[in-house]
Nanobody, 124 residues
Framework: QVQLVESGGGLVQAGGSLRLSCAASGRTFSSYTMGWFRQAPGKEREFVAALNWSGTMTGYADSVKGRFTISRDSAKNTVYLQMNSLKPEDTAVYYC?????????????????WGQGTQVTVSS
């Protein structure tokens, strides 16, 4: 019912910035939670950032807090992840996800829809 398409990934030097986009289509985003997750080879998919669709609450993993910012453009049905001060350990495939519910969520099992991912590589 919901399709998510990530874009904006690429290769960047340590200390640089990238902005990821996630375009959503299908259902409206009233009472939805938007999230970003990432997965490096051989590791579990981990939470990065989330926000409720009203834009009143955000949450971040400790590893990215202060460096990453999640936001959305309601008119475009798009959620963004601004990534600054990137580190090599940020290298991963980044996934956009949507939870059909009003409450904030920080774990993969609570999300209902997923994009296919976009690669982010940070060189040292």
């Amino acid at each position: 019912q919901v399709q998510l398409v990530e874009s904006g990934g690429g290769l960047v030097q340590a200390g640089g910035s990238l902005r990821l986009s996630c375009a959503a289509s299908g259902r409206t985003f009233s009472s939805y939670t938007m999230g970003w997750f990432r997965q490096a080879p051989g590791k579990e998919r981990e939470f990065v950032a989330a926000l409720n669709w009203s834009g009143t609450m955000t949450g971040y993993a400790d590893s990215v807090k202060g460096r990453f910012t999640i936001s959305r453009d309601s008119a475009k049905n798009t959620v963004y992840l601004q990534m600054n001060s990137l580190k090599p350990e940020d290298t991963a495939v980044y996934y956009c996800a949507v939870r059909a519910g009003a409450g904030m969520a920080y774990t993969t099992d609570l999300y209902d829809y997923w994009g296919q991912g976009t690669q982010v590589t940070v060189s040292s």
